[in-house]
T-cell receptor
Framework: EPEVTQTPSHQVTQMGQEVILRCVPI?????FYWYRQILGQKVEFLVS????????KSEIFDDQFSVERPDGSNFTLKIRSTKLEDSAMYFC????????????FGPGTRLTVL | DAKTTQPTSMDCAEGRAANLPCNHS???????VYWYRQIHSQGPQYIIH???NNETNEMASLIITEDRKSSTLILPHATLRDTAVYYC????????????FGKGTRLSVIA
């Protein structure tokens, strides 16, 4: 069964450093998303992406965040200058265009900012 | 904010049916009811969704009341691996509308 994959599974970085989280969505999906979950809190929407553009973004997704689809398979989330409060699980999701718009999630990347 | 209300936690004996309720009294006519679950800190896992008719798949059944103001997710024979946080979410079934997660119900399946 096709699935969303994410790398790395765990990323440790120093405050102020840049990190790139990578995702490979399900191959025939056209809509891509990033969510995050701070330990013990709810899963929160960050950004959605379609046709090489951001479709929607939340208040959390400020100028330090960016997303890119650098090739036909990867979808990346970049955090330009990490802060302690960026420590969280980051989940990528994808959905197929059309009537079946169920979002399928990857296993997540645990980001720890020291 | 989430448009649904769920109990904080529930217990279920292994092998029994787990019935997880959800209230969504302000649901709109074009909004579907989705259920996801999250085992420990893994990515949310899609379970089932429906509009107004009852739905069943290999994982679960979804019962939606006639007025659509509430629903129940049924795991027919719960196992220890079904221990997770279960989220009930309402959203339009089109476009790329983000999912809005609440706190969900923490289901503990007990041997």
């Amino acid at each position: 069964e096709p699935e969303v994959t994410q790398t790395p599974s765990h990323q440790v970085t120093q405050m102020g450093q840049e990190v790139i989280l990578r995702c490979v969505p399900i191959s025939n999906h056209l809509y891509f998303y990033w969510y995050r979950q701070i330990l013990g809190q709810k899963v929160e929407f960050l950004v959605s992406f379609y046709n090489n553009e951001i479709s929607e973004k939340s208040e959390i997704f400020d100028d330090q965040f960016s997303v890119e689809r650098p090739d036909g398979s990867n979808f990346t989330l970049k955090i330009r200058s990490t802060k302690l409060e960026d420590s969280a699980m980051y989940f990528c999701a994808s959905s197929e265009q059309g009537s079946t718009d169920t979002q399928y999630f990857g296993p997540g990347t645990r980001l720890t900012v020291l | 904010d989430a448009k649904t209300t769920q109990p904080t936690s529930m217990d279920c004996a292994e092998g029994r049916a787990a019935n997880l309720p959800c209230n969504h009294s302000t649901i709109s006519g074009n909004e579907y009811v989705y259920w996801y679950r999250q085992i420990h800190s893994q990515g949310p896992q899609y379970i089932i969704h429906g509009l107004k008719n009852n739905e069943t798949n290999e994982m679960a059944s979804l019962i939606i009341t006639e007025d659509r103001k509430s629903s129940t997710l049924i795991l027919p024979h719960a196992t220890l691996r079904d221990t997770a946080v279960y989220y009930c979410i309402v959203r339009p079934h089109s476009g790329n509308t983000p999912l809005v997660f609440g706190k969900g119900t923490r289901l503990s399946v007990i041997a």
